[in-house]
């Protein structure tokens, strides 16, 4: 196995398999499954007798950026434990904007004693990007908050209180009816950047909460910083939520760490516990050497 605090994975994952830590040498033949996190690209090539990568993560860009990639299974993180942890975060950052925080953060900072107008939550459409695993149980928990809720994705998608929107055509129309947009696409050739200056302008301008906010949970490379921050200024996009950078760790001199209408988390929305998510991937590979099939798998065509 290789990447992210490998240590613990390593324990829970010994305790049924016979686990290598990011193998040395030019090949492994003993090497059936790999559990990776950002692999060293060419790493997996190695190994001849590979049969099903795992993903730690739900996003598999991290994977899929190997130039060199073996054309195996890949199965990627859908669990419970993680998609309520990533319904949490985005509640938390919904409700945030809704509630003024940001304004009543400054306020109380400056001993100021002012009640400004409050919207109900119906008078707010939260707009989600990507109506996946993590996106249909958002809109689930925002619907039931009393949010007014639509989804964007690739294809249409049915789902109670949700009004969904697809494909290019879809956009326009479901940009210009959100005040919240929250981000919860992954990474792909078709996605990257999408989050620029002409997404942010057609956010609804003439909202309940004076303006439109944006919070991003998928990938920062979905989003141009230099475009959000330009929004910001110019009064197009009222504040932001961003657990995701275009590089990570946010660099130290970049202006998002200190503008005031920027809430910055570090890439900390949804972390995967190997206490929950092991035990699930050794039922997998036991599955598959029964003849079952996988589940999770990866579509490398569309790249998620
Ligand atoms: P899913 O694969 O279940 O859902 C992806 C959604 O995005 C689907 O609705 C899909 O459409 C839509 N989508 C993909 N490409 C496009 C496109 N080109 N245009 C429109 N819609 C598109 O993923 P998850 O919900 O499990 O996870 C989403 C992402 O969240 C992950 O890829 C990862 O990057 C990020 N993440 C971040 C974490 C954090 O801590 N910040 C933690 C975990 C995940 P369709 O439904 O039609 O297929
Ligand atoms: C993930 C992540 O993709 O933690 O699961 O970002």
Not at 32 to 59: E, M, T
Not at 70 to 76: G, T
Not at 151 to 165: A, D, L, N
Not at 182 to 205: C, F, K, M, Q, W
Request: glycine share 8%; net charge negative; charged share 25%.
């Amino acid at each position: 196995m290789t990447g992210m605090h490998p240590q613990r994975w390593y324990e829970l994952l010994s305790q049924e398999r016979d686990v290598v830590l990011e193998p040395e040498g030019p090949e492994d033949p003993g090497i059936d499954y790999a559990v990776v996190w950002k692999q060293p690209p060419g790493l997996l090539k190695r190994l001849p007798n590979l049969k099903v990568i795992f993903s730690i993560g739900a996003g598999v860009d991290h994977i899929l950026a190997d130039p060199e990639l073996p054309d195996v299974p890949i199965v990627r993180v859908v669990a419970d434990n993680l998609t309520q942890h990533m319904v949490e975060y985005v509640a938390w950052r919904v409700l945030d904007h809704h509630r003024q925080g940001m304004l009543y953060r400054a306020q109380q900072r400056d001993k100021i004693w002012h009640e400004p107008p409050q919207p109900p939550a119906e008078a707010v459409s939260v707009g989600i990007m990507g109506l996946g695993a993590l996106g249909q149980a958002a809109a689930k928990a925002l619907h039931a908050l009393g949010f007014s809720v639509n989804g964007w994705s690739r294809r249409e998608h049915r789902m109670e209180g949700v009004r969904s929107f697809s494909g290019e055509a879809g956009l326009t129309p479901f940009l210009n009816a959100t005040d919240i947009l929250v981000v919860l696409l992954p990474l792909t050739p078709a996605t990257e950047g999408i989050i620029d200056y002409s997404v942010l302008e057609r956010l609804r301008s003439d909202g309940p909460l004076g303006g439109p906010c944006l919070v991003n949970a998928g990938r920062g490379r979905l989003q141009r910083e230099a475009d959000i921050l330009r929004a910001l200024d110019d009064g197009t996009l009222k504040e932001a939520s961003l657990d995701v950078f275009e590089r990570e760790p946010l660099a130290r001199a970049s202006p998002l760490w200190a503008h005031p209408r920027v809430f910055v988390t570090p890439h900390a929305a949804a972390t995967s516990d190997p206490a929950h998510l092991v035990q699930p991937m050794l039922a997998q590979m036991a599955a598959f050497e029964r003849g079952e099939n996988l589940k999770n798998l990866v579509d490398r065509k569309a790249g998620y």
